[in-house]
């Protein structure tokens, strides 16, 4: 299936700052990009998605970057909030059916 | 809203015992799918089915099986359970293909196997 690398694996910033998470994937096929956020002891949740058809995507404080020539993703958060603090995976498709998920990121934001 | 909602939250075992996990979706969703989730190796494929009686092969099926007798339930089965399928378990439905559309997820059940 699809091989899907997430980076870095935690992340530390001051609330105000910008994080950034990035992702490659081995299939160009490949067309449908999420990012879900995981709170502790909580579900993940889909935040944001992006399609192999624009190259940037926002919604408030979060958007996705995508890089198809170069097989990579990223998902780019300002003005960090404390409840921004969860763990982050992105994911792309293995088949038309599921998904491959990244092995996460572990984003702490400090007051 | 969609709601995925899993019949346990913790749930207890000795080696070698049969476990049923289920999973219930409300919302006419084709697709539903099992992962497991384990630190650091984030959220990992068991079985997934995109019809009533339809499964397929995730990454990690060893010593699972699954059950979709209905569209909107779908149990995972340790037909004998080890230690090694300690973990969090995570349910999830999507309305088409999930790799092409939002996957909602149940709570998890957190498996302890002894």
């Known amino acids: 299936g699809e091989n899907v690398e997430q980076h870095p694996s935690t992340l530390s910033v001051q609330e105000g700052d910008s994080a950034v998470i990035k992702c490659t994937y081995s299939d160009s096929a490949s067309n449908y990009f999420p990012w879900y956020k995981q709170e502790l002891g909580k579900r993940p949740q889909l935040i944001i998605d992006i399609r192999s058809n624009v190259g940037e995507k926002k919604d408030q404080r979060i958007a996705v970057t995508l890089n198809k020539t170069a097989k990579h993703f990223s998902l780019h958060i300002t003005e960090t909030q404390p409840e921004d603090s969860a763990v982050y995976f992105c994911a792309a498709p293995n088949s038309g059916y599921a998904l491959n998920f990244g092995k996460g990121t572990s984003l702490l934001v400090t007051p | 809203d969609v709601k995925v909602t899993q019949s346990s939250r913790y749930l207890v075992k000795r080696t070698g015992e049969k476990v049923f996990l289920e999973c219930v979706q409300d919302m006419d969703h084709e697709n539903m799918f099992w992962y497991r989730q384990d630190p650091g190796l984030g959220l990992r494929l068991i079985y997934f089915?995109?019809?009533?009686?339809?499964?397929e092969k995730g990454d990690i099926p060893e010593g699972y099986s699954v059950s979709r007798e209905k569209k909107e339930r779908f149990s995972l089965i340790l037909e004998s359970a080890s230690t090694n399928q300690t973990s969090m378990y995570l349910c999830?439905?999507?309305?088409?293909?999930?790799?092409?559309?939002?996957?909602?997820f149940g709570p998890g059940t957190r498996l302890t196997v002894l």
């Open positions: 089915s995109y019809d009533v009686k339809m499964k």
């Open positions: 999830a439905s999507s309305l088409i293909g999930g790799g092409t559309d939002t996957q909602y």
